[in-house]
Every structure is written in C-alpha cells, then in structure tokens.
C-alpha cells in the first residue's frame, strides 16, 4: 500500500522527519518557500541514510521518494499524514493548518513539532479541530524515538491513535502526554537543567565546556538508559525511593538553585557563551558535529538494543517489523545491512570478529528459513557449528552496505554446510566463509539427525543450490 506523507517546514527538525520518514518506506512530499531548502533537507537526509540503518539488523525498506512542490495545495494533495514544522510563531502556524485543511483530506493527520504550543491554542479557527494533534520530536528526528503526543481536551481520538500508529511503524515511541500544558514534559525538564547551566557561566562557576563534562561523564550516562525517578530509586538502596527521599528531600530546600531565576542574556553573558562553545568545539564544524553526534548515538543505542533496554528495547521490536522472508533466490541473501561505528577497529574498518558475526548472522536467517527457529530450538534441537575457514578479500568500512549470499553445499542428515560470500553494494567480494554445522539434541548435547521437516528443507535447498552451480 502507497505510504504519502507531507512536511511543511525543511529546517532541522523538518529535514529529520523527511529523512525519518523516507527511510522507513514513506513517499515524502514537502513543502519550503525557501529556494535552499532541498539543499538543506538533503544534507540532512544524507547524514540519515549513514546512521539510521547502522542501528539495525534486519534490511531497511526501499527508501521512499523526496519531491519538493511550490505550493501548500500540492503538497498536501493525498498524504495520510502532515507533520508541520515551521518556526514557533503560534499566529504563522494556525494560518498554516488553516491553509492545510482547505487542501488535505479530511481523514489525514496534521501534527505539529511545535516544542511549546498547546494543541487549543493550535486550533483555534480550524473548520475541523480534532484533526489536529501535537508531535513534538527530538534532534536529530531520524536517530531519536521520543516523539511527544498532545491530544489535549476536546480532541478526536481517531487521529491520535492513527499519529501512534503511523508513529509507531517508523520506529519512533510515542509518549501520549496526558494534559496539555507549556512545553509539553521533556522540554520543561531541559529547560531546568538550560537555565541553572547559564547561571554557573554567568556567576563565573563553570564553563560551558566543564558544564557539559559533567552531563556526559556522570549523570547523562544513567539518564540514556534509566530516566530520572529509577536512577534515584536505586540511589535508595534497598529501601527504595522512599528512603531516597526521606534522606535527600530536605537538601531541596537548601539555597543551590537558581532555577527560579533567569538570568539576563545580555552582549557580555552572550559573548561568554559563544566564545567557551567555540572554543569547546575547536575547529570541528557544524556537519562534523553531526557526524560525530549520529556515531556516538549509534554506538550508545546498539549497546542499549544489546541489553534489550530502554530505547534499545524500542530499536529490538522495530527490526522485527522490518525483518521479511528471505524468499526462494538462488543464492539466498541471508543479510542485508549497513555496517555500524562500534564494529570497526583502530584501522577503521570492520575488525575480523564482525566477520565471524555477520556469517553467523547469515547461518542463523538460513536456520529459521528453514524450520530450526527459536520454536524448534526451545523444543530442543539446534545446529552447532562445527568449523569455519573465513577468507579476508577487501576491508570493509562502517557505514557501507554489504549482503551475504548464502549456498546449501551439503544437506544430509545431521550434516550440514555452508558457503557464505559477503559483498559490497556494487557486487565486489569482500569475503567468504565455509561453515560447517552438525545437528545436536539440546538434552544430549550430542548429534543428532534433524527433524523430518528441517531435513527435508534442508535437503531441497542443497539439490536446489547443488543444481543452480
């Protein structure tokens, strides 16, 4: 089924929900008066097409297409989903969604990134207000789960479990913020930890570059993977979050804080600023930045997905949507991915343990193919690889595509073995493995013949391969 969905608005924000959305399968109309915008969004979904797939296991989808349209009325023409991401100027954004109903479908979600607006505010003077919801994202859009999802009062349901839905299907979380309020709930969050930071750099007590020290050396790493309440709920000990207050409530009321002040941005504390952050970043541009910014977020996220935790739990059940069957080819392509920063070495390129997964990869997609899944294994069979012999042909360097086309060589009985050829996106070998597997009995741990049906599966592709050579 087409998947059309429209951007109105291509700065940051924008150009990570087209690239989002893009690389998750969806046709992506957008709309930008300005004359720079397919640059600007291009870049951005440039940098997407790098990192989003390191992050899975599965292949991604056939990219949608990008088109870029003059007016709001042709753009919007048959999307089932508008994200608008316009400057937060609440009068320019309800003139925008004006404009949208008079063009779009009446069963369309229209969202808004807006970080601050509520959805009534949003609303007033549209014909049809409950279509209208709140799906405030985080950058970079195309790496980040967290979408905030404002329904607010008087407001259809229909669209805001069709946003979840749709929301869902790209890999996103959408959090359902129960009432509206100012700034949503992250953004109020940030705008504490924002406004104590400019204090410690105007009082002189911190730089800019110590400040951020402390977030990413301490705090920020338990926040990643544990949020705020079950960080402190541990800090309790075994008397848990009731003890942590009872002992640290009290330290609230001390004068630390300056949160219910905001200081004066003016020229010197502006400048001060400016020249710490400059300095902090040395001569790193911005798409420097960015780049660094999408690896590490790579590497911590795999590691969370690793653990099945936190945004990691997120990324294991969106590779489960993407993962399909691998088909009848000959050879079978037993995977296709992108090959992620935390599997290279000092050298740069994918260290000869990633080999080894990748083929393991490539016999495990065969194993299910064929019938020895989780179900058979937790039933009690398996096949345990016996011997390998892996060939290094090319380096292979993190972010580029590969495939590995897999060949029965042998199928009979509880033999059986496996001729792996890994490849770049052009064809080119990069190297190859001879796997050799036994079938075994989980209760004896020694081998054993497969179960009729695997053996018969296992049979028919090696007479299939065996006649195709």
Known sequence: MRKLACVIGGGVIGGGWVARFALMGWEVRVFDPDPRAAERIGAVVKGAERALPMLFESPMPKPGGVSYHATLAEAVQGASYIQESVPEDLDLKVKVFQEVQCHCSCDAVIASSTSGFRPSQLREGLERPGQLVVAHPFNPVYLLPLVELVQGANADPYFTDKAEEILTGIGMYPLRIRSEIDAHIADRLLEAVWREALWLVKDGLATTQEIDDSIRYGFGLRWAQMGLFETYRIAGGEAGMAH?????????????SRLTEVPDLDADLVKTIADQSDAQSGNRGIRDLERLRDDNLVAILRALKGQGAAAGKLLKEQDDRLRRPLGDGVPLVTVRRKVPVDWTDSNGHMN???????????????????????????????????????????????????????????GAGKKLRLLHEMKGANGDLRATCDQFLLHVSLQTRRSCPPLPDVRQRIEALASLHDRAR
């Open 244 to 256: 942590f207050l009872e002992k640290f409530g009290p330290a609230l009321k001390w004068p630390w």
């Open 352 to 410: 000869e343990g990633r080999y080894g997964q990748v083929f393991s990869d490539a016999s495990e997609a065969l194993m299910a193919h064929v019938g020895a899944d989780q179900a058979y294994i937790a039933a009690g069979n398996s096949y345990f690889t016996a011997e390998t012999n892996i060939r290094y042909r090319a380096e292979t360097l993190a972010g580029e595509d590969i495939v590995v086309e897999t060949r029965v060589a042998l």
